[in-house]
Each structure stands twice: as C-alpha cells, then as structure tokens.
C-alpha cells in the first residue's frame, strides 16, 4: 500500500465514522422527540438531514476516485467499497430517523397513545445495535459483527409484538386510528433501521474476511 493510498483511506475511514455519529444522533434525537413529544427536537432531525446526505455523496466521490486513481486490489478495495455500502445504509438509517421525527411532530399535537415505553425499548435495542456494528467496523472484528447481525431476530420479535398490541388497541378505540398508524409506522422505521444495521455488519464481514453473508442461507463463520 503506498502512503497516500493510506491517507486516503484512513480519511475515508473517518468520513464514515463522523456520519456514524451524524446517523445515530439523529435516530437518538428523533427516539426522544417521540417519547417526549417534543416537536422542536424532531424538526431538528429533519433539519439535520442535509448534512448526512451530503457527507454520503463526499464519501461516494472519495471512493469512486480512489478506485480510479489508485486502484486499490483486496483487502484495500474490498475496505473502499465496504466504505461506500455503508456510507449508503448510514444515509438510509438517517432517513428513517427523519421519517420517525415526522411522525412524532403530528403525534406531538395529539393525546398521546400508551405505547412510548415498548417504542423507546425497541428504539435502544435497535441504537445498540448499530453502536456495537461501529464497534465492529473500527476493530475489524468480524465475530462481533456476526453478533450483532444475529440481534436482528430480537428486532424483528419486538416489532411483530408492537405492531399486534396497537393493533388490538386501534380495533378497540377507533378514535384513535390514525394515531395508531403513525405508531405503527414509527415501529416499522425503527425496525428498518435494524435491517439496515444487519447490512452494515455485512459489509464489515466482506472487508475483513471477503465474504458475503447476506443470504442467511449462505452464512460463514469462517
């Protein structure tokens, strides 16, 4: 690896963590906007997002010109291109972070449904998650990763039991129908934003050892 293919690449490197940071402030922000129905904080989030989708197409161009100019091989390409994947699921958790905020401003102006506690638990779980893939990426630890890409199934648990309790509460209390949408939707959003995580846990699989493991089917854990 030549020096400056190495500088590149840790800059790239930090581009991705400083919007890791971006993203999980704005899953955090838009979380707590709900809870607390706090409409500001999640304007803040919407207002937010223009930074993320600009560093996204900072990190697209450092990558695209890495691999134009220095013509990475390997481990070294496989790092830029798992760079550029997660830069695109780090801009997509961000807006579902956005599509959260959205849905707590109009909730924010309505009597409030009982069901913040199992969404902020739900919310947590999914923002571990994505802590512990960063943790993953920095480390380059693979059996870390493959955790927490296992976690998704508890995920997926929790939002099949959110959405049928606001389900059985919207069919006993039609007033509150559309609210109970909203709230399923949020639900939705947050587990997306797992999914996307588990995307990111792959991508950290295919720099480190060069496998793919998106089809569980197909799962390594050499």
Partial sequence: MTTHLHEEMERLRLQ???????????????????????????EAVVDGDAEVNALEVAIDEAGLKLLALEQPVAS?????????????????????????????????????LPFQKPIKHMGERA?????????????????????VWRCDAEIDTLNHRNMREVIEYMLHETP????SVHTILIVRHLERIADLVTNICESVVFIVKGINIKHKNAFDQR
């Fill in 176 to 179: 509150a129908i559309e609210r």
């Fill in 16 to 42: 991705v963590l400083h919007m890791v940071n971006l993203a999980e402030a704005a899953v955090t922000r838009a979380i707590q906007a709900y809870v607390a129905r706090d409409e500001f904080l999640a």
């Fill in 76 to 112: 070294d390409l496989r790092f830029v291109l798992g760079c550029m994947r997660i830069s695109v699921d780090l801009e997509r958790i961000a807006d579902e972070a956005v599509n959260i905020a959205e849905r707590a401003m109009i909730l924010s102006a309505r009597p409030p």
């Fill in 127 to 147: 923002l571990a998650m994505l802590r512990r893939a960063t943790q993953a990426f920095v480390r380059g630890d693979t059996d870390l990763a493959l955790d």
